[in-house]
């Protein structure tokens, strides 16, 4: 069985946020790997942010029941993105038969989008 998911995110949503809570909402969402891939680049975040939601929607779940930091997007040594799941996740993907991942991610000057299928 095929399974998709996509999701879009404007990036000033991140560039927005108070700077007081954005450390504590970053410090939730994403991994130490993907904060250090970032750095401060919030069209990054985004992306991430999108495909960690898309992932979500693929295991029929949404974000809840499976935490932000159980779906982490690393780069490939070509830059591409790459699924790593954990915990809760991780189970969801085994139980569903899931063996095989594909993510794309982009991004406008305002928009970052994530399309992710499965098999």
Not at 93 to 118: C, D, K, M, P, Y
Request: overall charge positive; some cysteine; charged content about 30%.
């Amino acid at each position: 069985m095929l399974r998709n998911g996509v999701d879009l995110i404007e990036i000033d949503r991140l560039e927005k946020i108070n700077p007081g809570i954005r450390t504590r909402f970053i410090d939730r969402v994403y991994t130490e790997t993907e904060k250090q891939i970032c750095g401060n680049n919030y069209a990054c975040f985004a992306g991430r942010f999108a495909a960690k939601e898309a992932v979500s929607k693929v295991l029929g779940t949404g974000i809840g029941e499976i935490r932000w930091k159980d779906i982490e997007i690393l780069r490939g040594e070509e830059g591409q993105p790459i699924l790593k799941l954990h915990a809760k996740a991780k189970s969801k993907e085994n139980e569903l038969g899931i063996q095989h991942w594909a993510i794309s991610i982009s991004h406008s000057r305002t928009l970052a989008i994530a399309f992710v299928t499965a098999q």
